[in-house]
């Protein structure tokens, strides 16, 4: 069973960085395409960074040059450092297989004030 344990996040002020972890166990995160979601009250969960398998990031323009995904198979952890915040980035941050096909974690609340 997959289990995903999301941390990191927080108040912090626009402008200002975080790194969000993600621990994943039962599954192998250098074998498995992986990505960083986010969800506001109300509205769909957006994909905000994804990693292939072969580690080729995939970044939306919307935090394209702001937010790096990364991982570390020896921790098997995946990363989301997140630049320049803005009160926009306000959300739930969760992670996931690209496909969103396991159970998702709590995930970590980051809240960015203006």
């Known amino acids: 069973q997959v289990q995903l344990r999301e941390s990191g996040g927080g108040l912090v002020q626009a402008g200002e960085s975080l790194r969000l972890s993600c621990a994943v166990s039962?599954?192998?995160?250098?074998?498995?395409?992986m990505a960083w979601f986010r969800q506001i009250p109300g509205k769909k969960r957006e994909l905000v960074a994804g990693m292939t398998r072969s580690g080729l990031p995939t970044i939306p323009d919307s935090v394209k040059g702001r937010f790096t995904i990364s991982r570390d198979s020896d921790e098997n952890t995946l990363y989301l450092q997140m630049n320049s915040l803005k009160p926009d980035d306000t959300a739930v941050y969760y992670c996931n297989h690209l496909m969103q096909v396991y159970d998702w974690g709590q995930g970590t609340q980051v809240t960015v004030s203006s």
């Open positions: 039962g599954v192998m995160v250098r074998t498995e395409a």
